[in-house]
């Protein structure tokens, strides 16, 4: 019986090892998209070049966001990085990337009220080579659904 009882809590303990698999953390990936949003409620280009891979002219950024703003990221879910996925940009740099899903809420510029519910996927990406390698993860490619409330 003791026999018996040992086994069991052996096997126990494996196959909770063995399925008790550490999640991809979601703080850097939130601190990100929260400095990104911040950068475009303040209408920052710098800040919001700073966390963009292939940042879009201060223009453009200007009309993209003159109406409307985001508060309130939340990052659900990140996925495992593929360390040997490597893959090349348009201009030859070697990147790595990680899928970010978020939330938030879209606010109105003119009114500074909340305007609807979004939700989003975020492709984040780290050059491993180039004039951006040193700078960490940055959105390559986002899609936004809004949600009518």
């Known amino acids: 019986m003791k026999r018996t ?3 069991i809590a052996a096997i126990a303990l494996l196959a909770t090892a063995v399925s008790c698999k550490k999640a991809p953390s979601t703080e850097e990936p939130s601190a990100i998209l929260n400095n990104w949003a911040a950068a475009i409620k303040d ?6 070049r700073k966390y963009e891979a292939y940042p879009r002219d201060e223009a453009v ?6 109406n409307n703003y985001f508060m309130d990221v939340m990052v659900n879910e990140v996925s495992e990085v593929d360390e040997k996925d ?3 940009d ?9 899928y970010v899903n978020f939330e938030a809420t879209s606010v109105k510029r003119a009114t ?7 939700r989003g996927d975020v492709v984040l990406i780290k050059f491993l080579d180039g004039k951006r390698a040193g700078d960490g993860w940055l959105i390559s490619n986002r899609t936004m ?3 009518n409330r």
């Open 43 to 48: 209408l920052k280009y710098d800040g919001y």
């Open 90 to 98: 348009q201009h030859g740099n070697r990147f790595i990337r990680k």
């Open 86 to 88: 490597v893959r090349k």
């Open 112 to 118: 500074a009220k909340p305007d609807q519910l979004l």
């Open 61 to 66: 950024f200007a009309e993209m966001f003159r």
């Open 5 to 7: 009882c040992m086994l």
């Open 145 to 147: 659904m809004y949600i």
